[in-house]
């Protein structure tokens, strides 16, 4: 039996999609649409996962004031469901999107605040799920009263336990993660060029100043690192050989989860031991599928495998 991937998100959220024809600030708007649906980066990565048919374990923190839209999307996808529940609500996300710009504008609101004592009882879930050699996908922001070390105290922990931790995340916990000693690196990493440049504090300028910077990455412990790039694709950085792979967006719907999809393409990838240029055809093909639906979702996954075989993969000279 395939062993399970793990995912824990402790900010989650329900994301309310509203579309408009026009977005314009300070006016009125008839919205052409409104979709609500769970969210939160390792709750989105784990509904991607489960719809590429691989089992999935998903952790981490909701209210339970609104538990219920969340237990029904888990038992819907078949995702295993170890959250733990605390007071209060879980936190709403508005997505906008504007047609008329081929744009989305984001307001995410607070999330749940809880303590140290909630933290261990997830921790507690991961030591009965991890075993060696298994993957988990540590996503997202931290919600207020956390530390912003927590995502790189896990990751400590997740090693020491002989797991491989994938971390998404941006700002000062990634910047956390990322100042460990080499015990306590992540295994792999998928920072967006606005997350890098604000973890390397200046511009990162073309390809060749990506590759160095995952370059640096490896040298020190980091054993794969996956930069998106948006509409010029991501590329992909192992020891000993990095690639570029793009693929044109083809009817995108929202943008919102793309990069969650490509966490889950990536996370597919590993847990099959995937080769670098597989391995970069499915994570494109996962987050370009994504873009033609709202919410956590997949098409099938022979779609999913047909744009794999027509995402561009070029190789970089290291």
Known sequence: MTTPIITVTLNPAVDLTVTLDELVPGSV??????QSSVGGKGINVAGCIADWGIPVVATG???RGNDATFSDFFKDKGIQDRFVRTAGDTRTNIKIVDLGRSSTTDINLPGLTFDG?????VFEVLSREVISGALVVLAGSLPLGLE????AKMTADLNRRGARVLLDTSGAPLAKAL?????NLPFAIKPNRLELETWLGRPVTDVADHVRVARQLIERGVRFVVMSRGGEGAIFVRDGGAVNAKLPVI???????????????????LADNLGLEALARRAVAFATAKLGRVGPHLPAPDDVRSLARQVQVTSISL
């Open 148 to 151: 912003d070390d927590v995502w």
């Open 251 to 269: 009817n995108a719907i929202s943008t919102v989860g793309a990069g969650d999809a490509m966490v889950a393409g990536i996370a597919t990838g």
């Open 29 to 34: 708007h008839r919205a052409r649409d409104a």
């Open 179 to 183: 100042d460990a000693p080499a015990a």
């Open 117 to 121: 004592e909630t933290y261990d009882l």
């Open 61 to 63: 923190v909701l209210g």
